[in-house]
């Protein structure tokens, strides 16, 4: 059984047009995460919702738009991509906004030409 | 807000033996956690062990063992008896008085040679 999946888990596209990622887990888990991995392996969170309300915006442009219909769903939203917004992109869920184990979906490389 | 510190972009070990992965951490919270993942070339992100700042002994989960010098601010992962299959990247990451975020090192190639 999948835990944390994503969708897909490759997208190639050009500037300027607009993606979605989707996340989804059958944790049961409370709290969402969206990281990016750049070239250099560098991760960094993005986001963060709790039971559907957003917790975290670590400053990322507002091209960045996550939606959790759910809790157990949370999709980014990437509008007017631009080259530098090429880079794998991983959905995390645990249980609780606590020092409990993030668990991390398989990624969706994204490849912006 | 955490500041993590992996000073080793590469390091080699023979197969069979232990290995020593460094990590230092900085936060002024009262409160916070440290994880090691591992990430082999397929990319996927695999939980290997946990540290709480309250936990008294050092955290080990099977071969893996965590290293925890609180007032040092390390927290180094040991793997004893290395295999062929441990030759991946490894993060280290912490997570804030919130614990609502987890801020990774910049990770550390591992090559496991036979």
């Known amino acids: 059984d999948t835990a944390v999946s994503q969708t897909p888990k490759y997208l190639v596209t050009q500037m300027g047009n607009d993606k979605s990622i989707k996340c989804e887990q059958n944790l049961g888990h409370d709290t969402m995460y969206w990281y990016k991995q750049d070239s250099k392996k560098f991760l960094k969170i993005m986001f963060s919702?709790?039971?559907?309300?957003?917790?975290i915006n670590e400053t990322v442009p507002n091209r960045f738009s996550p939606k959790s219909p759910d809790k157990a769903h949370l999709n980014l939203h990437i509008n007017s991509l631009e080259l530098g917004d090429s880079a794998v992109y991983f959905c995390?869920?645990?249980?609780?906004?606590?020092?409990?184990?993030?668990?991390f979906g398989p990624g969706t490389r994204l490849t912006v030409t | 807000a955490q500041k993590i510190t992996q000073t080793q972009p590469g390091m080699f070990v023979q197969e069979k033996e232990a290995v020593t992965l460094d990590c230092t951490y900085d936060?002024?919270?009262?409160?916070?956690?440290l994880f090691w993942y591992k990430q082999p070339s397929s990319g996927e992100m695999i939980f290997l062990i946990y540290q709480g700042s309250y936990d008294q002994q050092n955290a080990t989960e099977g071969r893996y063992s965590l290293n925890f010098q609180k007032a040092r601010k390390s927290a180094n992962l040991v793997i004893s008896a290395s295999q062929l299959g441990d030759s991946a990247m490894y993060f280290c990451a912490g997570t804030n008085n919130a614990g609502n975020m987890l801020t990774f090192g910049g990770g550390t190639r591992l090559m496991v040679k036979p």
């Open positions: 995390a869920s645990s249980q609780e906004t606590g020092n409990d184990e993030q668990y």
């Open positions: 919702y709790n039971n559907k309300e957003l917790i």
């Open positions: 936060t002024s919270d009262p409160s916070y956690g």
